[in-house]
């Protein structure tokens, strides 16, 4: 059974570092890739980065200077670091099976950037 | 990047009857479109992939047809547990994005 979760701090103070885990099973990272996807209050959703199977990264244009994705493989997960936290990154962060067609998705970490 | 224009952003309907959702990208992204179910509180669910391929344990109620700049979902007999927001999705080019959403509700 396929199943991803994220976890994640909850609150991060603005200006501070985010640091979200995605833990898999069911599957394995060196066959499928995952994306990070978010979606603020009320709004839509934002894809944020992925990272293939082989390892390579991709990130939106918009937010790449303050990214990093990674993965451990011997722990099956991805982890994904986004710096220069903005109130405006207040949001609920997905993780992802596949880097275009998404086909299961984790329950989501909230996420709130406040002071 | 690719825009998608997603129509309309909210649709109430009968509990039976067939709804369409419109997405229309900035430039051909040849059918590189994703459908996603998302119910209130939880996270979306993949529908549809490749513009008109139904995603494993769909109903079959629901289709997708497009090419180029112009895509829909269609839900025929809609049932209640179709209330939820739908979004589309393209990747065919990075970054991937989505519409931004509509909402259905039954009437």
């Known amino acids: 059974q396929v199943q991803l979760k994220e976890s994640g701090p909850g609150l991060v103070q603005p200006s501070r570092t985010l640091s979200l885990t995605c833990t898999v099973s069911g599957f394995s990272l060196t066959s499928y890739g995952v994306s990070w996807v978010r979606q603020p209050p009320g709004k839509g959703l934002e894809w944020i980065a992925a990272?293939?199977?082989?390892?390579?990264?991709d990130y939106n244009s918009a937010l790449k200077s303050r990214l990093s994705i990674s993965r451990d493989t011997s722990k099956s997960q991805v982890l994904l670091k986004m710096n220069s936290l903005q109130t405006e990154d207040t949001a609920m962060y997905f993780c992802?099976?596949?880097?275009?067609?998404?086909?299961?998705w984790g329950q989501g970490a909230s996420v709130t950037v406040s002071s | 990047d690719i825009q998608m224009t997603q129509s309309p952003a909210s649709l109430s309907a009968s509990l039976g009857e067939t709804v369409t959702i419109e997405c229309r990208a900035s430039e051909d992204i040849y059918n590189g479109l994703a459908w996603y179910q998302q119910k209130p509180g939880k996270s979306p669910q993949l529908l549809i992939y490749?513009?008109?391929s139904l995603h494993t344990g769909v109903p079959s109620r629901f289709s997708g047809s497009g090419s180029g700049t112009q895509y829909s979902l269609k839900i025929n007999s809609l049932q209640s547990e179709d209330v939820a927001s739908y979004f589309c999705?393209?990747?065919?080019?990075?970054?991937?994005?989505f519409g931004s959403g509509t909402k259905l509700e039954i009437k």
């Open positions: 990272i293939w199977s082989g390892g390579s990264t």
């Open positions: 992802a099976r596949g880097y275009g067609v998404m086909d299961a």
């Open positions: 490749n513009a008109n």
């Open positions: 999705q393209q990747y065919y080019d990075y970054p991937f994005t």
